[in-house]
């Protein structure tokens, strides 16, 4: 079980699907994508830490490109953070 969990949040950092990883982990789509909108199940926590890891690596790019001058990078940061600030 903890391998299926692994491979969920593997799988979700690669931005798979949730039909994809289903099929990858021989498991039913319909109930995996019940189970992540729910939130509460290990699979659901595995396959939302899996998204963010990546999230996380994307925007730490993001976030230096822009402190390079990047015009495209800072407005993707300035809408982050206006989107933290939303938040708070």
């Known amino acids: 079980m903890d391998e299926i969990i692994d491979q969920i949040e593997d799988y979700a950092g690669l931005l798979l699907t949730v039909d994809e990883i289903a099929l990858l982990l021989d498991l039913d789509s319909a109930e995996l994508r019940r189970e992540i909108r729910h939130?509460?199940?290990?699979?659901?926590?595995?396959?939302?830490?899996?998204?963010?890891?990546?999230?996380?690596?994307?925007?730490?790019q993001t976030v230096l490109f822009a402190k390079k001058g990047s015009p495209a990078a800072e407005n993707l940061v300035n809408h982050y953070m206006t989107k933290q600030q939303q938040n708070e």
């Open 39 to 60: 939130g509460k199940s290990a699979r659901a926590k595995a396959y939302q830490k899996g998204k963010l890891k990546t999230i996380v690596e994307v925007r730490r």
